[in-house]
């Protein structure tokens, strides 16, 4: 689902409500039922997120937390930005991070560890993000790497799909950048890899 799903969710829900209480004919049970659907989904979505980051903490990652995304979405959105990545992965997450209260050095230095062991952990994963918080140098050197083998990019703005201002307020942040990574087995070799299993996270 990822926080794009429940946006489209949260709209459909607001476009349906009034519909479903003074619609007339076939509009009042069709209204009805997409605002029931996409009410029902977005309560889901909290549970779905309490779990990504119980399992994120469970694996060892103390800020970022890996949100499961169907695979077909994540391509969708890459391919709203006019890119298609050559390669494809075995599974797609959105990285949230939560931002800590830490100096600038000590975040970055935090946030390098966490996507390091998150790229370890799942190899051939497609990532995606939207942030307007710092990226690690290393991640960085890494997305750059992708980008010329066509499997990755970091640019500025946001994921062209709605977006809901009052629950997203970090990305009205002017100095949002959204990006997307897919791993390779030859680039998720560290010193991460040796320390943690392989763990799939079901989503």
Not at 28 to 47: D, E, Q
Not at 105 to 134: C, G, H, I, R
Request: glycine share 8%; hydrophobic share 40%.
């Amino acid at each position: 689902m990822g926080t794009k799903g429940r946006n489209l969710l949260l709209l459909m829900f607001t476009i349906s409500a009034p519909l479903a209480i003074a619609g007339k004919g076939f509009i009042l049970p069709a209204s009805f039922f997409i605002n029931l659907i996409s009410g029902i989904g977005v309560i889901y979505y909290y549970y779905y997120s309490y779990k990504a980051r119980k399992t994120s903490r469970g694996l060892g990652l103390k800020y970022v937390v890996l949100l499961p995304l169907n695979y077909n979405l994540a391509e969708f959105l890459i391919k709203l930005t006019g890119r298609r990545f050559k390669d494809k992965g075995l599974n797609a997450f959105e990285v949230h991070i939560k931002s800590p209260k830490l100096s600038l050095t000590e975040f970055l230095q935090a946030m390098d560890v966490d996507l390091n062991l998150a790229k370890s952990l799942y190899p051939q994963a497609l990532f995606l993000w939207e942030t307007p918080a710092p990226i690690p140098s290393s991640i960085r050197a890494l997305v750059k790497k992708s980008e010329k083998e066509g499997n990755g990019f970091l640019e500025k703005g946001k994921w062209p799909v709605p977006h809901i201002p009052f629950i997203e307020t970090e990305l009205n942040h002017r100095n949002v950048r959204r990006g997307a990574i897919l791993l390779r087995n030859d680039q998720t070799r560290g010193r991460c890899s040796r320390i943690y299993p392989l763990i799939k996270v079901k989503g």
